[in-house]
């Protein structure tokens, strides 16, 4: 039985290993490991790619949204308007810098964040909004930069896993105040480490997000305020020059895998499939099912039988996000209650997210299809 995993970077370094191996080599050979002129040529071309005027790389995805706070200084007694469903690190930044997150449900459409609940969640202390193009399809910015534009709030996209989603034909990430992405190997693109960046179109916030990322250093030994070290690594940064340049034809590879999984899954009747063809543009990170719960208090969910006999074939699924944000032991003092945000945890109890990188092919699609068509008899 051949197995199928969710991801599998093995295939790509195939194809493109020499092209890493000689771009990391070269600046193990320079002596230079840290800033310098790969890391200033990766910011060029990835703020070029995405259309923002500049791009501070740093070290990590959370760091990346970590810094967009503290650029824009929010912070303790503030409150910041994000979805509970997406990975903690949303949420966890605002956290960090001593802020309040408050969870607005999702649609489950598009597991993103329901924008007509948005402006009812808007009070005094809201100081941003910060949407997540969650599974790399695209929130919908114009409706979202005008409701943040009425109440003069900041937006700041988390576009970790929608490096080239683009709406109305812009890439996410050049459309709110400022855009955070991580390259965290599985995302679109990923580094062979850690690794982030932030896009604007502000000068003198990307001044500051280069200062803050550097100690708060301005001059060799001199400090404006405090920062935190969050560069990153020039070994990482040729890296991802490499790599942008396939970051295309990979994202394709992704649309093209999520069509054909709509042609072989559309027959199943019990199986909530992706909207296909929604406004935008989605690069699947992940393509992500839905196992309709036929009884809501059932000891185990119904996905999770699903899941485990799809394993059982070989096939390794992933449930993103088992537990959503606002019940999670860690936010219990905010007070959250089951029920509170329904379709969240309706998504939790049913998503199920099937094989998805650019390498996959036909054969271990319709692997996949047919173990699910086996699992519902
Ligand atoms: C991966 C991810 C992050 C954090 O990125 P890291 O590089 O892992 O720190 C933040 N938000 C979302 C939605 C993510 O998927």
Redesign the pocket.
Same mark, same amino acid.
């Given at each position: 039985m051949n197995k199928i995993p969710p991801f599998d970077l093995s295939e790509q370094f195939k194809v493109i290993g020499a092209e890493i191996n000689a771009a990391a080599t070269a600046v193990l050979a320079s002596g230079r490991y840290i800033g310098g002129a790969t890391v200033e040529t990766f910011e060029k071309a990835f703020a070029e790619y995405i259309g923002s005027r500049e791009c501070v790389a740093c070290n990590? *995805?959370?760091d990346a949204?970590l810094l967009a706070l503290r650029a824009l200084d929010i912070g303790v007694g503030d409150e910041v308007i994000t979805t509970p469903f997406?990975?903690v690190?949303?949420a966890e930044v605002i956290s960090a810098v001593g802020a309040t997150p408050v969870f607005v449900d999702i649609e489950l459409d598009s597991y993103n964040l329901d924008l007509a609940q948005v402006e009812a969640a808007i009070s005094d202390r809201t100081k941003a909004i910060i949407p997540?193009h969650?599974f790399g399809r695209p929130v919908d910015m114009t409706r979202l930069m005008a409701i943040a534009a009425v109440h003069h709030l900041f937006v700041i996209e988390?576009c970790?896993?929608a490096t080239g989603a683009e709406w109305e034909n812009r890439k996410v990430g050049s459309i709110g105040h400022l855009g955070c992405f991580?390259?965290?190997p599985t995302?679109n693109l990923g580094a062979c480490g850690?690794g *982030?960046a932030i896009t604007t179109h502000d000068s003198q916030v990307s001044e500051r997000l280069r200062r803050l990322r550097d100690h708060g250093r301005k001059g060799s030994y001199f400090y404006e305020e405090l920062g935190v070290n969050s560069r990153l690594d020039a070994v990482q940064a040729a890296i991802l020059t490499v790599k942008l340049g396939y970051l295309e034809a990979w994202n394709r590879n992704r649309q093209t895998i999520a069509q054909r999984y709509q042609q072989l899954l559309s027959p199943i009747p019990d199986l909530c499939l992706p909207p296909i063809d929604a406004p935008g543009r989605s690069v699947w990170n992940q393509y992500t099912i839905r196992i309709a719960e036929a009884n809501p208090r059932a000891e185990q969910a119904r996905r999770d039988t699903i899941r485990s006999q799809l394993l059982d074939r070989g096939i390794i699924s992933m449930v993103y996000y088992p537990l959503s944000l606002h019940l999670q032991p860690a936010y219990a003092h905010l007070g959250y209650q089951p029920g509170q945000l329904p379709k969240a945890e309706q998504a939790s109890r049913e998503v199920l997210s099937l094989p998805m990188f650019p390498e996959l092919t036909m054969e271990q699609q319709e692997q996949v299809a047919f173990a699910l068509k086996d699992s519902f008899g």
């Open positions: 990590s *995805g959370t949204l997406t990975f690190a949303t997540v969650l988390d970790a896993q991580s390259f965290y995302k850690d *982030g």
